[in-house]
C-alpha cells in the first residue's frame, strides 16, 4: 500500500512560549500539522499519519521566528509567532504553503473506534530475528506475537505490511489495521505475529536497493523466527500479507514448504505494470476525470512506466508535454501532470523498489503455492483493482485459492464511498469485521 501523499507534521514547544502545542491544517494535502516544543529540542509530526515522529535535523528559535529542517523528507518550516498563533510557510520538493498554527492542548488526534485499548483481552511478547540478507547487509527485526490467553499452542498468522516501510501496526492516518486484526483474531483463539518493517520502528537494516524481494526475506527470517515459540501450533502456522505484502506472502510460501496457509489482502493478480495502470485509472476517475482526459493520461502513464532506468528528468517532460499537448493548464493539473510532475516521476522510477515492482510477475510464485490461500478483495479497492486481480489469482492458483469479493470496501478494508486514498484518512473504521471474520474462519477451519 503506496502512502498516498507528500505530508509534513511539526512538533516543538518552548517552555518560554504560553502554549506548548500548536496544530495547523494544509490545504494542500488536507491533513493536520502540529508543533510542539521544549527549551532544548524541537521534534515534528504528522498526526494523521502516524503517531510516531519525523526526526528533526535542525531547529532554531529566535526573536519570534521558528524555523525547522527535516532532512530525511526534504522539508523546511519557517514560521514567525503573531501573539498566541505562528504564521509562515512548510516547504517540500515542490510542494510550498503558507500556513497558521494554533494553540492546542495536546496533539491532534482523530477517533478510530476499532483500536484496542488496555487492558488488553489477549497476552503478547516480543519476536526477533538477526540475519544476513542476500545483499549482504546484517538485518535485525523485531515484533510482536499476540495470542489468546492461556497456555497453549494455537494456530498463527504472519502478517506482512504493504509498500513503504510501517511500523508492525501497518499504522496509516492513526488507524493501526494490524493491531485490530491481531485483537480480534485473539478474541478467536488465533496467534498474529506482526513485526516492524526494516528501517521503522525496533527493527534495523539497509534500505539501499531495497525491494519486494528483499522484504520477502525479511518476512520469512521472521516466519521462522516464529516457528518454535511455545504458543504457536507449527502445524498451523501461516503467512499473510496486504497490498505488496499480499504478493510477499505467496512468495514466501512458493518456497517454504513449512507455510501451511497463506492470506491475500488486497493481493496482485497481475503484473507490477498492470496492477500500477489499474490503479492509476482507478484513483483519477474516482476523483471525477473525464473519460477522455482519462485516456489520455493513461496513454501518458504507461509509457512513462515503461522508460528505460536512468532516463533523463528532461526525457519524462518531453512525453508528459507531447500527450498534453493542446489542453489547458487547467486539465493538465487535473491530469496530476502539474509542474513537477516529471521530477516526481523520475524520482520514483529510479528506485530500485519501482523497478522491480513494475516486473513482478505473481505468474513467478503463485503456481508453485501449494497451500490453502484465502484471497480478500474489496469492490471499491482502488489501489488493486478487484476484477483483473482476482481473475489473475483464480486463473494462477488454480485450486488452492479462496476467492472473497468484499461489498463496498476499499484498499483498506474499510467501508466507503468512491474508494479513493482521499477517503482513508476520513473513515473512522479501520478494519471491516467481515474481512476479519472470513480471515478467522478460513484459518480455523483447516
Not at 490467553?149 to 494490524?178: A, C, M, W
Not at 504458543?231 to 517454504?256: F, Y
Amino acid at each position: 500500500m503506496k502512502k498516498i501523499a507528500l505530508i509534513i507534521m511539526m512538533l516543538g514547544a518552548f517552555t518560554m512560549l504560553r502554549a506548548q502545542w500548536w496544530t495547523g491544517m494544509s490545504a494542500k494535502t488536507g491533513l493536520a500539522l502540529c508543533i510542539h516544543l521544549t527549551d532544548t529540542s524541537a521534534e515534528l509530526y504528522s498526526p494523521m499519519q502516524t503517531s510516531d515522529p519525523i526526526p528533526v535535523s535542525n531547529w532554531s528559535y529566535s526573536s519570534g521566528k521558528l524555523n525547522m529542517e527535516c532532512k530525511s523528507i526534504g522539508l523546511k518550516i519557517s514560521l514567525t509567532r503573531r501573539d498566541s498563533t505562528f504564521s509562515g510557510y512548510w516547504k517540500q520538493s515542490i510542494l510550498k504553503e503558507d500556513i497558521t498554527f494554533y494553540p492546542t492542548d495536546t496533539l491532534f488526534s482523530m477517533n478510530r473506534p476499532q483500536t484496542p485499548q488496555p487492558p488488553y483481552r489477549f497476552d503478547e511478547e516480543t519476536i526477533t530475528a538477526d540475519y544476513t540478507d542476500s545483499q549482504g547487509n546484517k538485518v535485525h527485526l523485531e515484533g510482536t506475537l499476540t495470542y489468546p490467553k492461556g497456555g497453549k499452542r494455537y494456530p498463527t498468522i504472519v502478517l506482512v505490511s504493504g509498500s513503504g516501510q510501517q511500523n508492525r501496526d501497518e499504522e496509516i492516518f492513526q488507524h493501526k489495521p494490524f493491531l485490530v486484526i491481531a485483537d480480534y483474531l485473539a478474541s478467536k483463539g488465533v496467534a498474529v505475529l506482526r513485526y516492524d518493517d526494516r528501517g521503522m520502528g525496533a527493527s534495523t537494516g539497509s534500505l539501499d536497493n531495497a525491494d519486494t524481494r528483499l522484504f520477502a526475506e525479511d518476512a520469512e527470517a521472521m516466519f521462522n523466527a516464529v516457528r518454535n515459540n511455545k504458543h504457536v501450533d507449527p502445524a498451523r502456522l501461516g503467512i499473510g500479507g496486504h497490498s505488496e505484502g499480499g504478493a510477499i506472502a505467496p512468495m514466501v510460501a512458493a518456497k517454504n514448504n513449512n507455510v501451511k496457509f497463506v492470506v491475500m489482502m488486497a493481493g496482485q493478480g497481475c503484473t507490477g505494470l498492470d496492477v500500477m495502470l489499474q490503479q492509476n485509472e482507478a484513483i483519477f476517475r474516482a476523483n471525477g476525470l473525464s473519460d477522455n482526459l482519462l485516456t489520455i493520461r493513461q496513454a501518458c502513464m504507461r509509457e512513462l512506466l515503461t522508460m528505460p532506468a536512468g532516463s533523463s528528468q528532461k526525457e519524462y517532460k518531453a512525453v508528459i508535454a507531447r500527450h498534453t499537448e493542446g489542453l489547458t493548464k487547467e486539465q493538465v493539473d487535473s491530469m496530476g501532470f502539474a509542474k513537477g510532475a516529471a521530477y516526481q516521476i523520475k524520482q520514483q522510477m529510479d528506485s530500485r523498489w519501482m523497478q522491480t515492482f513494475l516486473t513482478l510477475d505473481p505468474a513467478e510464485y503463485l503456481p508453485k503455492v501449494t497451500c490453502p490461500i484465502l484471497v480478500l478483495q474489496g469492490t471499491k479497492d482502488c489501489q488493486v483493482l478487484a476484477g483483473p486481480n482476482l481473475a489473475g489469482i483464480a486463473k494462477l492458483a488454480g485450486g488452492h485459492a479462496q476467492l472473497h469479493l468484499l461489498e463496498g470496501l476499499n484498499h483498506l478494508f474499510q467501508h466507503c464511498t468512491t474508494g479513493s486514498p482521499d477517503e482513508y484518512i476520513l473513515i473512522e473504521e479501520t478494519f471491516a469485521p467481515e474481512a476479519m471474520q472470513a480471515i478467522a474462519d478460513f484459518i480455523l477451519k483447516l
